[in-house]
């Protein structure tokens, strides 16, 4: 089991440092095989030219990584401006109206392309006082972006993301079966449904697991006060090894990117992320 995972184990650069060279040689200095891409130099890759995409797959290939996704920002916003609705990190996009994050979505496919990914991380628009009864609404928005999706050869996955609509497993897993498209499957991140302050295991994966396409791995407990705290991988509320196993057993044969979220108090993201990698490893080893 170690090996296997170790061996499909990749992060996103950002989490490591905001400046992808340092990330980049970090995550082949560690022995991971790939890399997702979100902010790059301080900069939404969403928002670079064709010749900087370029030169990002270039270094990133040099140290002998993959690019798996692009962790885009794509429909984080809101159904209708008039409503109040939760909001969450855009990674440095301004707020945009539905109709805009269907134009990026064509950018996003091409940079997706010049990377030699096809796959882009997705959200359900900020989260409704009411959810349920936008349920139509939102799923014709994805449907619409699956279709796009699917004519050009690539695959949205639709993240659980506790600032959205689709915020845990059951609703993504109800989304995506709504839609109804091979061009939309779930990403799976436990540690955001944690951090909701729901079961990620099993209660979440079994809503999930159907549906998924890609893993992403943190970890997170709510605190005496109710506030979310993202932790090292097997300091919250995630049973990682338990969870792993049931992914591995169900057949599961895609990729597990590292999305820790975690900074020491006086550190810096790449060391949160070693703690992160290096409580993975001390885990692997037990089982």
Request: charged share 35%; glycine share 6%; proline share 0%.
């Given at each position: 089991m170690s090996l296997v995972i170790l061996e499909r184990l990749g992060v996103l650069t950002d989490e490591v440092s905001p400046h992808l060279e340092e990330a980049l040689r970090w995550a082949s200095e560690q022995g991971l095989t790939h890399v997702e891409v979100r902010v790059v130099n301080g900069r939404n890759v969403a928002e670079m030219t064709d010749e900087e995409i370029k030169e990002i797959r270039r270094q990133v290939e040099q140290r002998g990584l993959f690019v798996s996704a692009i962790a885009s920002p794509l429909f984080k916003c809101a159904l209708d401006p008039a409503r109040r609705v939760a909001s969450g990190d855009t990674f440095g996009q301004k707020e945009?109206?539905?109709?805009?994050?269907?134009?990026?979505?064509?950018r996003v496919i091409a940079i997706a392309k010049l990377l030699g990914t096809s796959r882009i991380r997705i959200f359900s628009f900020w989260r409704e006082e009411q959810p349920a009864l936008y349920e139509g609404e939102i799923a014709a928005h994805l449907r619409k972006a699956a279709e796009i999706a699917?004519?050009?050869?690539?695959?949205l996955l639709l993240e659980n993301e506790p600032a959205c609509n689709g915020g845990y497993a059951e609703e993504v897993a109800a989304i995506v079966r709504r839609v109804d498209s091979p061009a939309l499957r779930g990403l799976w991140d436990p540690g955001n449904e944690a951090y909701g302050g729901c079961e990620s295991y099993p209660a979440g994966y079994a809503s999930m697991k159907s549906v998924l396409s890609h893993v992403h791995l943190k970890d997170a407990y709510l605190d005496v006060d109710g506030r979310a705290r993202c932790v090292p991988l097997g300091s919250g509320n995630v049973p990682v090894i338990a969870q792993l196993k049931a992914l591995l057993a169900d057949g599961y044969e895609g990729l597990f990117t590292i999305e820790t979220h975690y900074v020491p108090t006086g550190g810096s993201k790449k060391m949160g992320t070693q703690m992160t990698l290096d409580a993975l490893r001390v885990l692997l080893s037990e089982v």
């Open positions: 945009e109206t539905v109709e805009a994050h269907f134009h990026k979505l064509d699917l004519e050009a050869g690539v695959e």
